[in-house]
């Protein structure tokens, strides 16, 4: 009887063990580095709320107000077919943030279980594995994103599905290793000893120990995404005319260097500060991993 309210006890505490523990990573990303988390959660905000937050329509033309400057109405000016340029950089951080999910979701899934079972079994399991990575690994991402593109449509899911399948590895390589590292510890031996499975141990003790990790490979294979989604839309192999995208915008804006060369300027340094934020926030929670391991 004095068993149940222990066990109640020890399941009311786990949630705010976890909002402690969420607190004191968010404190630290805070301190060690300000600058990642300010941009990473402007461009969250504007991804989230840019639809409401745009002064003006993404998509609608007017070629009397072409190539304006910067202005009262139109804070970043307009492109050669009237349409303002912030509304549209706060569409294309919408499109960023999808291209982010979709590459993280997909290469997080499969490559989080792939990894999961060469490392915590091992063997036949861990060669094959190892070996079907390596062959991902060796198709360059672009070629595949234009055979996927080929064989369905150009489209910013069928663009990322492409990516994802290219982040599988960095996955699979992260969880295979911290699988390896775990699998012969002492609470993976006890869970052994009481009778449970393999696959059940993996799943409820390894798999939630490999969460940090996974996080830092998370920000920054998301930066490659967002790195992708531009470059394939750029081609026009993502995102389609007239919907915002970063890589739309800089091909549109590519013809009008001579012209406005600040539209191109603008769009790029948008482009890259996102990215710096996600890479120096995986940085800082690569430090605060580390931290806690010594």
Do not use: C
């Amino acid at each position: 009887m004095s068993a149940m309210p222990a066990q109640d006890q020890t399941a009311k505490a786990m949630p705010a063990a976890r909002r402690r523990r969420g607190g004191a990573m968010l404190g630290y990303l805070v301190r060690r580095s300000p600058v990642a988390v300010a941009l990473v959660a402007l461009f969250l905000f504007a991804a989230a709320f840019g639809p409401w937050l745009a002064p003006h329509s993404m998509t609608d033309t007017n070629l009397s107000q072409a190539l304006l400057p910067p202005n009262a109405t139109n804070w970043l000016g307009t492109d050669q077919l009237g349409r303002d340029v912030l509304s549209r950089l706060l569409g294309s951080a919408g499109v960023a943030a999808k291209a982010f999910l979709i590459v993280v979701l997909i290469g997080g899934i499969f490559g989080t279980l792939l990894g999961l079972v060469a490392g915590g079994l091992g063997g036949f399991f861990d060669l094959l594995i190892s070996r079907v990575t390596e062959i991902l690994q060796g198709f360059p991402t672009v070629l595949v994103a234009i055979v996927v593109v080929a064989l369905l449509n150009p489209s910013l899911t069928n663009a990322m599905i492409a990516v994802g399948l290219a982040a599988v590895p960095d996955f699979a390589r992260v969880a295979r290793g911290v699988a390896i590292q775990l699998r012969d510890r002492e609470f993976v031996e006890a869970a052994r000893g009481l009778g449970a499975g393999e696959m059940r141990i993996l799943l409820r003790e390894v798999l939630p120990n490999m969460i940090g990790p996974l996080i830092i490979i998370a920000s920054f294979d998301g930066a490659q995404a967002i790195m992708w989604e531009a470059a394939l839309s750029f081609l026009g192999l993502g995102v389609q005319p007239p919907a915002p995208s970063f890589g739309s915008m800089l091909r549109e804006a590519q013809n009008l260097l001579a012209i406005q060369p600040s539209l191109a300027i603008t769009i790029g340094i948008t482009v890259s500060a996102i990215v710096l934020g996600l890479n120096l926030l995986g940085d800082a929670l690569s430090d605060y991993y580390d931290q806690g391991n010594r």
